[in-house]
């Protein structure tokens, strides 16, 4: 859940949000943080945004919003994170998925890189026969 707020942090990219878990080390410690630990990290305008996000920001009614929708959140943290993505410079730090949770298939005969079966590509409307998910060539190992 922390990792979801951290994601939602203004002004704050995935350049920055690997900077804070190099200081702060996860999340959680992020999000506990005072405003002079996150100033170093941040300089005093950004720090005192995020403080003052951190007061407003209604993160378990935000989180639970999303679970409600069926969608989930992964981060480079997580094992479902896609492996292809992993080995791009710069990886978006956070990934929202319509449905269903990322499952590694047999590997794909490619070396190390696994193909994910994603039952969310599935088509939402009957006449739909791309995949809805933009980033899908990333886990089909294609």
Known sequence: MYRFWLHHLPGVGDK??????????????????GQAALEEVLGNNKA???????KRFQ???????MRDKKI???TKEDEEYPVRLREI????????CLRTVFRPLPSSGRGNVRSMEAPWRRPLRGDLEKPVFPLSAAWQGG
Do not use: C, N, S, W
Not at 48 to 54: A, G, H
Not at 59 to 65: D, K, N, S, T, V
């Open 16 to 33: 920055t949000i690997e900077k804070l878990l190099g200081r702060f080390g996860d999340a959680r410690e992020v999000y506990a943080a």
């Open 48 to 54: 005192l945004k995020v403080t003052e996000f951190r």
């Open 59 to 65: 993160l378990q009614r935000a989180y639970e919003e």
């Open 72 to 74: 989930a959140f992964y």
């Open 89 to 96: 410079p710069h990886p978006p730090y956070g990934l929202y």
